[in-house]
């Protein structure tokens, strides 16, 4: 029985390739992590929601209210500025309270949160299967409307 859901922030959520291609520090895939530190706690404070990832975020939150379970922000980044910047977001966008916020430093920290009644919903393969290797489930992000097909076809197994 699903009681935990873990909802990743950059890619699912909020637009973090939009916020590095403003501040012009993303090649391909490769960040320039010396300019997103200098934005200090603004550069995530002031990231967009991706198109339809508000509308995710608050059908995922009315579907656990729905269904009893609890559900968490689980997002990392390795330095304090983001950490800050990304409390500051969800407080200001979201009804998270901040005992179902969690910042791991490195992705590969989520598999320490899961357990066989949990599952994350991120769009990184590779958190994904750490998640699952940690005895837990996933749903691996790639549209809005895949994930909430995919998430409903695992409470129904569940
Ligand atoms: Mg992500």
Not at 10 to 21: K, L, M, S
Request: aromatic fraction near 12%.
């Amino acid at each position: 029985m699903i009681d935990k859901i873990f909802l990743d922030m950059d890619g699912v959520i909020v637009n973090f390739r939009g916020q590095c291609e403003k501040y012009e520090c993303i090649n391909g895939n490769k960040v320039n992590w010396e300019v997103v530190h200098q934005g200090g706690p603004e550069f995530w404070e002031e990231m967009e929601w991706l198109p339809e990832g508000k509308e995710l975020y608050e059908w995922i939150l009315k579907l656990c209210e729905q269904e009893n379970i609890d559900l968490f922000i689980l997002t990392s980044v390795n330095f304090t500025d983001g950490k800050i910047g990304k409390l500051n977001w969800l407080k200001n966008n979201t009804k998270i309270d901040k005992h179902h916020i969690i910042i791991t430093n490195l992705g590969k920290e989520k598999e320490y949160y899961a357990d066989q009644n949990s599952v994350l919903i991120d769009d990184f393969r590779k958190n994904c299967e750490a998640f699952a290797n940690g005895g837990g489930q996933f749903v691996k992000y790639e549209t809005p409307r895949q994930t909430k097909d995919d998430l409903i076809t695992l409470l129904g197994k569940n």
